[in-house]
């Protein structure tokens, strides 16, 4: 039976190996500077199944999915064998080949550790296995110290073996292996044996090219004992295991002295080699034998045989260990909070640490201006469960990864609330990344700097000044092109460049003059809803700016465009007659050869629409046109009956899984909730600023002007709904081909007052378009909708035969359409409360708890009802079980989503008796079946048709929960609206939404404001902060960073007092309530 408990900060399974199977991870941070891995385990051997350098090609242990993990981690993870004089055949703590009702062993999850222990009763032994990755160091580790204790009555002699059965040389890639393994043996290496310290590697590139490069970098595998003695190496796995290939059990150790295999020749060649480490020691009761190792990986092997003697010390271990686990604490003391419930607290910072990983920690580097904000420590959401992502962190220095647009779009959703000083960055970097037909590039990477057009001289002038004359050219190649932080501070360190002034004055030199570039690629398509979390960016903006609100909007001119390879092509490309003679919408894209070719471009770069048809100078304007361009965009794709955003562009929105909705003409009314939010934000812009001029370019004016004609038409009654779609439709395939290689450059002045007649009658349609929606789903509006074509008619050219698509099927044009909901699914409401008042909210939230979207068995939120009814057709969601993946199962990331509009729209008492059986702290672990500081993807809901699954999550960690969680963190803590700005004044109002079952027993609650300033409430009373008979801020007191005390009457901060508050200058607020 395993038990669940959390003490601390540690979340602790007792019997772990016989709880239900999880995977989880280790952060992968090394810190600024260090080198990260990746580090995969389960609750299954000892843990760690799969680590590695950058991402799954580089692996040290081979990375394999979930249920592959737990069935090879006892075997092909690591491995302890002891041997105990007179006791009898060889002892494996933690084996799982056969049950042993003598050994109690718990694992212990920390955030940047994982620890787990054996007590054997039988054996009179404890071993105990901790694991963290080595921060801030010049080369990739993974740490593993191992003890055993004699915890008997008697004096023991034993031998001990420990390490790894199969250690991948650098060079083999994971895919590779999978795929000829036996042949990647020829090219395997281990040199360095006579350091003691073995170099994993391959002795060339192993690709089938003319071209064949040496593998100079290479993995290495070192262990020493609590003494400092450096042991040695077996590389050998035959010298432990003979015969046994199934490395079950290690025959030759059986019969065989730790002493005579270390005697003993090895031949690590044409075979997969391994890494252990053997001693012989007695122990007299209670005293403990330990083996350190590290396994990494490192460019230059002479790196660690110099320091190897530095490194084999228990006090470096310990020391390393400790700055490992303060690195993750000190990171997420921007979000420290303390109530009367410490799981929840703890589970706060695990979210924060959790949503960075995923979109970033931003860092601001010294720029001599405001600051480059570059994002460390993220990857994409790709592990042991996500088999399907690939994921890479950079190893180098001021580390960046890799992720999807809307991944890190959503995660970074609130970074400007923990840290002011990030400022506009992601607002500008998401809002650039939106191409000029609305659409925007999949794929992510970490920014990018380059010294500054006209700026060589001063580059010159800063190299002379900073190199050592013998390192002058070093320095310069090093900073030529394209570069990271990382990559120019990891270059001054491997190749010994020596300067004059710190690393860290050179790079603030350096960043002066450069630009900051975003780095993106088209990918794999264009989903319908990635521009919908760009708002959530500004409204966050605003909420700690609100007094930047016309800057932000009209005075800076640094916006761009992306500028795709692939292009959307018109109805008369992709809607087809399929083979059984259904119109269907298949072959959308165009990967536009012909645009690459005339602009001289390449496929994955990233490109920037500019003018001169693409020829010139690249565009720029500021955001409310860009607002204007994206809104006008998804208002022209508005589907036949005026309801959803259209799917025409051969990807569904944020349920992935309903991929074949492009096909059915689909439709989604999440977007539309989120184009009636742009929209009236837009009008609400253009009624505070409408002495504002906007320079619009003339391709975007003409586009403007003929969509707001055509929703004048159709208002009159002069269009109906398939007549304005056919018409709008056909100008906005117009739009696109007249800016498919760039713009001219020209533009029309326009006035913001203009703007606002036009996007009020915007308005007027969208609402119209979400009642009809609201009427076909019975009260609740359908999330999606199909169509079908009622009429017809085949393309026929000029001779009368058939006009086949690219895509192969016979061009077909739609005279008619008809509408089909389909079942519920949680999105649409979602998105759709917080746009609704109190009462509407209401309303929403009694229909969607009554209908099948709610679990009562488990008191949660499922993404949809059964699709028991629907076609194939529809997606893979089809194929997937119910109550599984995207089908009917609890989605963290969108019941989150739900639960946060509830709180935003004023549902309080609802919001809070929710959280208490969805909010993952709040779950039974045995239930959920892992850790409850971490969430997951989906929970299985009660309508699988495993019983033993129901309640138990899936998919660890990285997922947009965090952010919603992070949202309704905010607003529980610190209200709404924060900052206001009335009377030409800007105001801090502290509002906290807070139960009274979350203050603790001396009735205070505690988090940090801004990521630095410690708010405390203190209630005089144990009552809400809401509702009739709650408690509201009485009185304040401030302490300055520098230890003076400001008391305040009342809940509000106004003017100087509120800006130094914003600006870092207030170390402390105490609140009292009553």
């Known amino acids: 039976m395993s038990n669940y408990r959390f003490e601390k900060d540690t979340f602790v399974i007792e019997q772990y190996d016989l709880a239900k199977p999880f995977s989880s991870f280790l952060p992968g941070i090394a810190g600024l500077k260090g080198i990260p891995m990746w580090t995969f385990y389960v609750n299954r051997g000892q843990g760690i199944c799969s680590f590695g350098i950058r991402d799954k090609n580089s692996p040290i242990m081979e990375f394999s999915p979930a249920n592959i993990s737990y069935k090879n981690v006892s075997t092909t993870g690591f491995r302890t064998f002891i041997k105990m004089a007179g006791t009898g055949p060889v002892y494996e703590p933690f084996q799982s080949f056969q049950p042993d009702s003598k050994a109690k062993r718990t694992m212990l999850i920390r955030q940047n550790e994982l620890v787990i222990e054996e007590e054997h009763a039988g054996k009179g032994l404890r071993t105990s296995v901790s694991y963290f990755q080595l921060p801030g160091e010049d080369f990739a580790a993974l740490v593993r110290e191992v003890s055993v204790t004699n915890i008997g009555a008697g004096t023991v002699s034993l031998e001990l073996l420990d390490g790894m059965p199969e250690i991948l040389p650098y060079g083999v890639e994971n895919s590779g292996y999978k795929e000829v393994g036996n042949l990647l043996r020829s090219w395997m290496e281990v040199e360095n044996l006579d350091q003691g310290i073995p170099f994993y590697k391959v002795r060339s590139s192993t690709h089938d090219e003319a071209e064949v490069s040496e593998v100079t970098s290479g993995h290495f595998y070192l262990s020493f004992n609590q003494h400092g003695k450096l042991l040695q190496p077996l590389v050998d796995f035959e010298l432990i295991f003979g015969g046994n290939t199934s490395l079950i059990h290690p025959d030759r150790f059986a019969v065989n002295s730790v002493e005579a295999l270390l005697n003993a020749t090895p031949y690590a060649v044409n075979k997969v080699p391994c890494g252990f480490s053997g001693l012989s020691t007695q122990l007299k009761p209670g005293e403990t034998a330990t083996v350190y190792t590290l396994v990494g990986h490192v460019n230059d092997i002479g790196k660690i045989n110099k320091r190897s003697k530095d490194l084999c010390s228990p006090a470096y271990i310990l020391r390393k260990r400790e700055e490992a686990s303060a690195l993750t604490r000190k990171l997420t003391e ?71 647009f809307r991944d890190m779009n959503q995660n970074r959703r609130n970074d400007v609330f923990f840290n002011p000083k990030v400022g ?28 500054s057009e006209g700026k060589e001289e001063e580059l010159q002038e800063l190299l002379r000044a900073s190199a050592a004359e013998e390192d002058y050219e070093k320095l310069t190649k090093a900073c030529a092109g394209d570069y990271t932080p990382g990559k120019i501070i990891n270059a001054i360190s491997d190749q010994a460049i020596r300067l004059e002034i710190s690393e860290e004055q050179f790079l603030s030199g350096l960043l002066t003059i450069s630009d900051q570039h975003f780095a993106a690629s088209f990918g794999e398509g264009f989903w319908s809803d990635h521009w919908t979390y760009n708002m959530d960016l500004v409204d966050t903006y605003l909420n700690i700016y609100p007094d930047r609100y016309e800057v932000l909007l009209f005075e800076e001119n640094t916006y761009t465009f992306f500028d795709s390879p692939v292009y959307v092509l018109p109805r008369s490309e992709k809607v087809v007659i399929s083979r059984g003679g259904k119109v269907r919408q298949y072959g959308a894209l165009l990967e536009d050869e012909e645009k690459l070719n005339k602009l001289g471009r390449k496929r994955n770069a990233a490109e920037w629409l500019r003018v001169d048809g693409g020829l010139g100078g690249m565009y720029r304007t500021n955001l409310f046109v860009k607002m204007i361009s994206l809104s006008l965009n998804k208002m022209a794709t508005l589907d036949p009956y005026g309801m959803g955003v259209e799917m025409e562009a051969n990807k569904p929105g944020w349920n992935d899984a309903m991929n074949g909705l492009p096909g059915l003409f689909g439709s989604g009314m999440s977007e539309t ?10 009008v609400d812009a253009a009624e505070r600023c409408g002495h504002q001029v906007i320079q619009v370019p003339e391709e975007i004016a003409s586009y403007l002007g003929s969509v707001y004609e055509a929703v004048q038409q159709y208002q009159s009654g002069s269009l109906d709904s398939f007549g304005y779609w056919d018409l709008v439709a056909g100008q906005r395939e117009s739009y696109r081909a007249s800016v498919r290689y760039g713009i001219s450059g020209l533009e029309v002045e326009m006035s913001v007052e203009n703007v606002k007649v036009m996007y009020a009658a915007f308005l007027d349609k969208i609402e119209e378009g979400i009642q009809r ?185 990285l997922s947009g929960s965090t952010a919603e969680f992070l949202s309704m963190w905010i607003t529980m803590m610190a209200g709404k609206k924060v900052f206001r700005y009335e009377g030409g004044q800007l105001q801090l109002h502290l509002n906290p939404l807070l139960p009274a079952w979350l203050f603790d027993e001396n009735q205070e609650v505690s988090f940090t404001f801004l990521g630095s300033v410690k708010v405390t409430y203190r209630s005089e009373r144990a009552a809400n902060t809401y509702g009739q008979d709650g408690v509201t801020i009485q009185r304040l007191t401030l302490i300055t960073v520098g230890g003076d005390s400001i008391k305040v009457d009342g809940p509000l901060l106004t003017g100087a007092l509120a800006h130094e508050v914003r600006n870092g200058n207030i170390r402390e607020i105490h609140a009292v309530l009553k």
């Not at 909730?673 to 837009?682: C, G, P, S």
């Open 773 to 957: 929606a609201e009427q076909m789903g019975g009260g609740i509006v359908p999330t999606y909708f199909r169509f079908e074509a009622e009429r017809f008619e085949e393309v026929r050219d000029a001779a009368g035969n058939p006009v086949i698509t690219r895509y192969g099927l016979p061009a077909a044009k739609v005279l008619e359409f008809k509408a089909y909901a389909l079942p519920h699914f949680l999105e649409a409401p979602a998105r759709g409360m917080k746009l609704a008042d109190e009462g509407q909210a209401r309303t929403m939230y009694d229909r969607i708890k009554a209908s099948h979207l709610y679990d009562p068995a488990l008191g949660m939120y499922k993404t949809s009802v059964s699709l028991g009814g629907e076609t194939d057709e529809i997606g893979r969601i089809r194929a997937f079980t119910a109550g599984w993946l995207e089908r009917e199962s609890v989605f963290l990331h969108m019941t989150y989503k739900y639960l946060l509009s509830l709180l935003k729209v004023g549902l309080y008492d609802e919001f809070f008796s929710e959280i208490k059986t969805s909010l993952v702290p709040f779950l039974d672990p045995a239930v959920y079946g892992r850790s409850t500081l971490e969430n997951s993807s989906f929970i299985a809901s009660s309508v699988n048709p495993d019983p033993h699954v129901h309640g138990r999550g899936f998919v660890a960690r």
């Open 424 to 451: 506009t960055f992601n607002i500008r970097m998401f809002f650039s990344l939106i191409q000029a037909d609305g659409y925007n590039p999949l794929s992510v990477e970490g920014t990018k700097f380059r010294v």
């Open 334 to 404: 921007d979000v420290a909070t303390k109530t009367g419930l410490p799981l929840f607290d703890e589970y706060s910072r695990q979210s924060y640490l959790d949503n960075f990983l995923r979109g970033g920690y931003p860092f601001l580097f010294d720029n001599g201006k405001e600051g480059a904000v570059v994002h460390l420590y993220s990857r994409k959401h790709g592990d042991l469960e996500r088999d399907y992502n690939f994921f890479s962190l950079a190893p180098e220095y001021y580390s960046q990864g890799n992720g999807n």
């Open 673 to 682: 909730m989120e184009l009636k939010r742009l929209v009236a934000f837009i």
